[in-house]
């Protein structure tokens, strides 16, 4: 993807944008500009989720009443209105509810404003001829907060993402405020999805993602340039650790050598900014990565006993952030409830991730939403699942699992077998070893199965020791596709499990020691069935997958380089 700037149109303040024609007749270009001096389109997208850092900060209870008092004024006067309840995008779960008492599912949208007005007018992000006070929104973070409290998933999505153009009313950045007037856009009309900003502000912003993603979004928090380096600062610095020089063509030395080193508020600032850093293939997705592992060392330091246990350091962090946010459906206690229901998070139990992209076939310099695997990841969003790469849960999840062979098990009971290609079977690893489900499905295929990769699906539960085949019980031919599977993979238990329709999920536990046969058409077969249990044991059956390895994860616990 080029690195250069793109022109396009900017609204001033008060005026209504008029993008021109580019590309395809059905597609025209972002309404908001990217063009002018390269420190003008830069990114600033890490300083955003900082937001969620000062959400977990606030489980520090011992220090709510010093928060309350002097933060509740700043996020009420610095209030938006973003939240858009009413929008048909809004996707519904489909996956296993939640037992009644546990905590709702919430998805948070960070937004990062780029207003080049007032403290955020320095030299790095503006030059005079554009100092108009316009803003964009240059990133895009969804924090997806688990209804078990075990994860936090946060979903970047590249500020060169085309969409389909929204329809928003316009608003004026320099006041912040909506006006009655509906931006015009026509059938086929397709934007970079940071341009939702520019012409509706934060609302148009949710309703881009809400429109993309069919998740409900139900608090906004944004931040500014001013608003990342004065909380960096707050905390004396942070700690990061460069995997090597960091040379930007615009900014110049961000980070002279590599190594662990300590860097302060300006310095944190172009390092999630950098765009055009030598060595850097991918402009955005790079930099991306680089704002993760920021914002993880920031997290791990926030969370730390010598931030928690210092009321000063505390203090001004927090207030670094409540006077350089913008928020919708947010009070300080709002943020101390929902960082209590974590109990003690730690660090490792949030994890980054990038929305899945291809180079776009229409702009040369956008990408384009890779629409098999972002599905997926929609998907296990909107029903509250962990994606490939995070941390199993460390507490007693909130949906039922599948129990043992050893535990709850009832009279057998039997079937006469059928084709094994005609049933719908998924394979869950739950054996804490890697390899297993894909080296199983080849095994499985050699005996007359017809499982792809598609059926290899990332499990909720920890892991177990037996072997486990799931079916619904709501209709008898799945107990005889379960037998089915049970006789081809020795020593599995057949648990009944609500909500599957017609799946199969095949659980292989760690006593699975990888032995897989043939089972005859016809032939009469016997099964221990367990006692019934309510709900799919990923509660995610219902759909789309993504096996190990097709996306990329930044884990806030783990000791990464930028």
């Given at each position: 993807m080029s690195d250069e700037p793109r022109d396009q149109t900017e609204p001033s303040s008060g005026a209504t944008p008029n993008p021109q024609p580019a590309g395809p007749a059905t597609e025209r270009s972002s309404p908001a500009r990217r063009a002018g001096s390269g420190r003008h389109q830069l990114l600033i997208a890490g300083r955003i989720a900082v937001a969620l850092v000062a959400v977990i900060v606030l489980a520090a209870t011992g220090w709510e009443w010093v928060i309350k008092s002097r933060a509740d004024a700043g996020i009420i006067s610095r209030s938006v209105q973003a939240i858009v309840t009413d929008d048909t995008n809004i996707a519904t779960a489909t996956g296993t509810v939640a037992p009644p008492g546990s905590y709702a599912p919430e998805n948070i949208l960070l937004l990062g404003s780029d207003t080049r007005s007032g403290d955020n007018g320095n030299e790095g992000n503006t030059d005079a001829s554009t100092n108009d006070g316009v803003a964009n929104s240059d990133t895009?973070?969804?924090?997806?907060?688990?209804?078990?409290?075990?994860?936090?998933?946060?979903?970047?999505?590249?500020?060169?993402?085309?969409?389909?153009?929204?329809?928003?009313?316009?608003?004026?950045?320099?006041?912040?405020?909506?006006?009655?007037?509906?931006?015009?856009?026509?059938?086929?009309?397709?934007?970079?999805?940071?341009?939702?900003?520019?012409?509706?502000?934060?609302?148009?912003?949710?309703?881009?993602?809400?429109?993309?993603?069919?998740?409900?979004?139900?608090?906004?928090?944004?931040?500014?340039?001013?608003?990342?380096?004065?909380?960096?600062?707050?905390?004396?610095?942070?700690?990061?650790?460069?995997?090597?020089?960091?040379?930007?063509?615009?900014?110049?030395?961000?980070?002279?050598?590599?190594?662990?080193?300590?860097?302060?508020?300006?310095?944190?600032?172009?390092?999630?900014?950098?765009?055009?850093?030598?060595?850097?293939?991918?402009?955005?997705?790079?930099?991306?990565?680089?704002?993760?592992?920021?914002?993880?060392?920031?997290?791990?330091?926030?969370?730390?006993?010598?931030?928690?246990?210092?009321?000063?350091?505390?203090?001004?962090?927090?207030?670094?952030?409540?006077?350089?946010?913008?928020?919708?459906?947010?009070?300080?206690?709002?943020?101390?409830?929902?960082?209590?229901?974590?109990?003690?998070?730690?660090?490792?139990?949030?994890?980054?991730?990038?929305?899945?992209?291809?180079?776009?076939?229409?702009?040369?310099?956008?990408?384009?939403?890779?629409?098999?695997?972002?599905?997926?990841?929609?998907?296990?969003?909107?029903?509250?699942?962990?994606?490939?790469?995070?941390?199993?849960?460390?507490?007693?999840?909130?949906?039922?699992?599948?129990?043992?062979?050893?535990?709850?098990?009832?009279?057998?009971?039997?079937?006469?077998?059928?084709?094994?290609?005609?049933?719908?079977?998924?394979?869950?690893?739950?054996?804490?070893?890697?390899?297993?489900?894909?080296?199983?499905?080849?095994?499985l295929n050699g005996v007359g199965f017809a499982v792809t990769e598609d059926d290899l699906l990332a499990p909720e539960q920890d892991n177990q020791d037996g072997i486990t085949v799931a079916y619904d019980p709501a209709d008898p031919a799945n107990l005889t596709a379960a037998l089915t599977v049970a006789a081809a993979v020795p020593g599995a238990t057949l648990v009944p499990t609500d909500g599957l329709g017609s799946q199969i999920q095949l659980l292989l536990g760690a006593s699975f020691d990888g032995t897989v046969q043939s089972v005859p058409v016809g032939s009469t077969v016997t099964g221990t069935v367990a006692e019934p249990i309510s709900g799919s044991p990923t509660g995610a059956s219902t759909t789309a997958s993504l096996s190990s390895g097709e996306l990329e994860s930044v884990n806030a616990g783990e000791a990464l380089c930028a």
């Open positions: 895009q973070m969804i924090a997806h907060i688990s209804a078990d409290r075990q994860h936090v998933t946060v979903l970047s999505i590249p500020r060169d993402t085309m969409i389909d153009a929204p329809t928003c009313n316009e608003w004026d950045a320099a006041t912040g405020q909506l006006s009655d007037s509906v931006y015009p856009v026509s059938p086929g009309d397709r934007w970079h999805i940071n341009s939702a900003y520019s012409v509706g502000g934060p609302q148009c912003s949710v309703r881009a993602i809400q429109d993309l993603t069919g998740l409900k979004i139900d608090r906004v928090i944004g931040i500014d340039f001013a608003g990342f380096q004065n909380m960096v600062d707050a905390l004396g610095g942070i700690t990061v650790n460069a995997c090597g020089p960091i040379i930007d063509a615009e900014l110049n030395t961000v980070m002279a050598q590599g190594g662990v080193q300590v860097i302060g508020g300006q310095q944190a600032l172009d390092l999630v900014r950098a765009r055009k850093v030598q060595g850097d293939t991918d402009s955005d997705l790079a930099r991306i990565r680089r704002q993760q592992i920021v914002l993880s060392s920031i997290l791990q330091q926030v969370t730390s006993a010598g931030t928690l246990l210092n009321p000063a350091t505390l203090d001004a962090f927090l207030q670094a952030f409540v006077q350089n946010t913008f928020t919708d459906n947010v009070t300080i206690d709002d943020l101390v409830t929902l960082a209590q229901s974590f109990g003690t998070l730690d660090p490792s139990r949030v994890t980054f991730f990038t929305l899945p992209t291809v180079p776009s076939s229409s702009d040369p310099d956008a990408l384009d939403v890779d629409q098999d695997k972002a599905q997926a990841v929609f998907d296990a969003l909107v029903n509250d699942q962990p994606l490939p790469g995070e941390p199993a849960a460390t507490e007693t999840p909130s949906t039922p699992v599948a129990p043992s062979p050893s535990t709850s098990q009832s009279a057998p009971d039997s079937a006469v077998t059928i084709d094994p290609s005609t049933i719908d079977l998924a394979i869950l690893n739950v054996s804490g070893r890697t390899g297993v489900a894909t080296d199983t499905m080849e095994k």
